[in-house]
């Protein structure tokens, strides 16, 4: 199974249960924070993986990629299903949002050192 198949079977299955979970609890304002929670999980997931398995330099920065958005897509989701339980505090989940921001892009912009 190569990963475009993996990828379709699990988005498909983020939306299904997306769908169930915003029925069952008679909020149809969660299913858009599921959502990007779970896709934003495992794009992370795969950036992880990607980053932690690379041997050349290229598929490593792919993982990078992987992760800055996948984290950022992770957060939006946490920040809008913050603004769906305590609403009104809209300007404090953006400034989160750019601190979020901030903070990983300075992590992932850390190179190791080479070691001889």
Same mark, same amino acid.
Request: aromatic share 12%.
């Given at each position: 199974?190569?990963?475009?198949?993996?990828?379709?079977?699990?988005?498909?299955?983020?939306?299904?249960?997306?769908? $169930?979970?915003?029925?069952?609890?008679?909020?149809?304002?969660?299913?858009?924070?599921?959502?990007?929670?779970?896709?934003?999980?495992?794009?992370? %997931?795969?950036?992880?993986?990607?980053? $932690? %398995?690379?041997?050349?330099? $290229?598929?490593?920065?792919?993982?990078?990629?992987? %992760?800055?958005?996948?984290?950022? %897509?992770?957060?939006?989701?946490?920040?809008?299903?913050?603004?769906?339980?305590?609403?009104?505090?809209?300007?404090?989940?953006?400034?989160?949002?750019?601190?979020?921001?901030?903070?990983?892009?300075?992590?992932?912009?850390?190179?190791?050192?080479?070691?001889?």
């Amino acid at each position: 199974m190569n990963l475009s198949t993996l990828t379709a079977a699990v988005v498909l299955f983020i939306i299904a249960s997306a769908i $169930v979970m915003s029925d069952q609890m008679n909020d149809w304002g969660l299913f858009l924070p599921s959502l990007l929670i779970g896709l934003g999980a495992y794009i992370l %997931i795969i950036g992880l993986w990607k980053k $932690v %398995i690379s041997t050349d330099r $290229v598929a490593s920065d792919d993982g990078k990629f992987k %992760i800055f958005w996948g984290d950022l %897509i992770l957060t939006l989701g946490v920040l809008v299903l913050l603004n769906h339980w305590y609403p009104g505090n809209l300007l404090y989940l953006f400034i989160g949002l750019i601190v979020w921001l901030g903070i990983s892009i300075l992590l992932l912009g850390i190179r190791p050192k080479a070691s001889y």
